[in-house]
């Protein structure tokens, strides 16, 4: 019994006397400590307190690149080589270049001062064959006449030696044609205007309002001259719309350019015939 107690005394002894070397064989390699060398790491300024590792180093300054354009291709423009290697774009065209730069940039020329200028409003020119001009005349009117042919829309005024002086003229429209023989009974210069109650009442009806007097001048619609046929309502007149001449276009007054009319007035008197047809 006692030899066992000393077997078991024995093996207790020799296994307290073990574990310490068994410890210091595992913790006898023990890992390096790694310390940076750069003191200036912030894990080391916050372990010591000195101010001047505290300070905050200067950061060094980044140059940055102006960004390239992108130019796109298309297909047609991407040369490929053999099979399995790297296709080859071609070169780009001036087009292509400046449609990448789209936005242009500021000019540095002040422009807010600057208007542009004003369009011209432009009329349509009249036909030059209703500019005037001579023409033969073998009729039977005597010269001085005035003969208006409303058909053709042409005034001639008839000269000696089988000549007459053809000017254009505008004529009325559908429903205001007439024809017929008066004389001049009266000759006006920049005459004023005073539109019958009937044109009044019918260009209202048509949303337009006309005055019911209007002084002579370059906005009248008689124009420059004007030459009264008889006792009626129509007259030989100029316009303020020399492109309408040449088309059935008035309420039945023969209307002229003012060049025309101006031409045409001097050259005739009271009492001269004139011939409608």
């Not at 750069?38 to 505290?54: C, E, I, T």
């Not at 059935?248 to 050259?267: F, K, P, T």
Request: charged fraction near 20%; charge should be positive; aromatic fraction near 8%.
């Amino acid at each position: 019994m006692k030899a066992k107690i000393f077997v078991l005394g024995a093996a207790a002894m020799l296994v307290l006397a073990a574990a310490p070397a068994g410890a210091q064989d595992r913790y006898g390699q023990r890992p390096p400590v790694m310390v940076s060398p750069d003191l200036s790491a912030p894990w080391v300024m916050q372990l010591r307190g000195n101010k001047q590792l505290r300070q905050r180093q200067p950061q060094p300054q980044v140059q940055h690149r102006r960004p390239q354009p992108q130019v796109r291709y298309s297909r047609q423009q991407v040369q490929y080589g053999q099979p399995g290697q790297l296709g080859v774009m071609a070169q780009p065209t001036l087009n292509q270049v400046r449609r990448t730069y789209r936005q242009r940039p500021p000019s540095p020329f002040q422009t807010a001062g600057i208007a542009a200028p004003a369009k011209r409003e432009v009329q349509p020119q009249i036909d030059p064959m209703y500019l005037p001009q001579d023409v033969a005349y073998d009729g039977k009117e005597k010269a001085g006449t005035i003969i208006i042919d409303t058909t053709q829309n042409f005034l001639y005024l008839v000269k000696a030696d089988g000549q007459a002086r053809r000017y254009g003229v505008g004529t009325g429209k559908p429903g205001f044609e007439w024809a017929g023989t008066h004389k001049i009974t009266q000759k006006r210069e920049w005459p004023d205007w005073r539109p019958p109650a009937e044109m009044i009442a019918r260009e209202r009806a048509k949303g337009r309002v006309l005055p019911v007097h209007m002084e002579g001048g370059p906005a009248n619609p008689l124009g420059a001259r004007a030459l009264y046929l008889g006792s009626t309502l129509y007259r030989i007149h100029g316009t303020n719309q020399p492109w309408t001449i040449g088309g059935a276009v008035s309420s039945g007054c023969i209307r002229m350019r003012n060049e025309d009319v101006v031409d045409l007035y001097e050259q005739v008197g009271i009492g001269t015939k004139v011939v409608v047809m």
